[in-house]
């Protein structure tokens, strides 16, 4: 699926009024936890990422928050690994769960070096090719880390955000000034 119907599908309806779709909630959440499984195939990420965006039409943001809570736990208790936030970083467009996943995705538990490493490509990956539906909030995410390794590795891709999604960047760090990204926005915005 193209990066254009990826989109299409994420705005082509309006939410419908909240209802308790539980079952079909509960349902995104079980493909969740098989994508993050150990050994869990590629096709069980992309059912997975298929089924969200399915729940990103039909779900609120408030139910899909539940799903997510219900996710974070399921992470911390072992029953499936960081990789289970992949659908939720690519195919959600709320900045606050994306923001949430993308750093869950890192390992919110302890993680080995080259784990961490790989995960942090990926996200990158994500911006530098455009397969989230917000890159927008997993640039804000890394930039979060306040990691000035990963810093530099985005000042690399800066120049792939329009300027209105330069614009939201710059906004979500308005009040860092004197951090690591503080220092980033600023020679960045300092550059245009």
């Known amino acids: 699926m193209s990066i254009q119907s990826q989109q299409a599908v994420a705005t082509r309806s309006a939410p419908q009024p909240e209802r ?7 349902a995104l959440l079980r493909a969740l936890i098989l ?8 096709a069980a ?9 399915q729940e990103l039409r039909l779900a609120s943001v408030t139910q899909r928050r539940w799903v997510v809570a219900e996710l974070r736990a399921a992470v911390r208790r072992g029953e499936t ?3 289970a936030w992949l659908p939720v970083a690519v195919g959600e467009t709320d900045p606050g ?34 397969l989230a539906l917000n890159r927008v909030a997993v640039f804000v995410a890394l930039l979060q880390l306040g990691d000035v390794t990963i810093n530099e590795r985005l000042a690399g891709l800066r120049g792939r955000l329009n300027e209105a999604e ?12 004197g951090t690591p990204s503080g220092d980033f926005i600023a020679e960045w915005r300092a550059c245009v």
């Open 166 to 177: 330069a614009a939201a960047v710059w906004c979500a760090f308005a009040d860092c000034d």
């Open 45 to 53: 990420v992309t059912a997975a990422l298929m089924r969200y965006w």
């Open 20 to 26: 308790a779709d539980v079952a079909a909630h509960r």
């Open 81 to 83: 690994t960081s990789r």
């Open 97 to 130: 769960l994306v923001c949430e996943a993308v750093l869950g995705s890192l390992g919110g538990t302890p993680v080995s070096i080259e784990r961490r490493e790989l995960a942090v490509g990926d996200a990158l990956e994500w911006i530098r090719r455009g």
């Open 35 to 42: 994508a993050g499984a150990r050994g869990a195939a590629p």
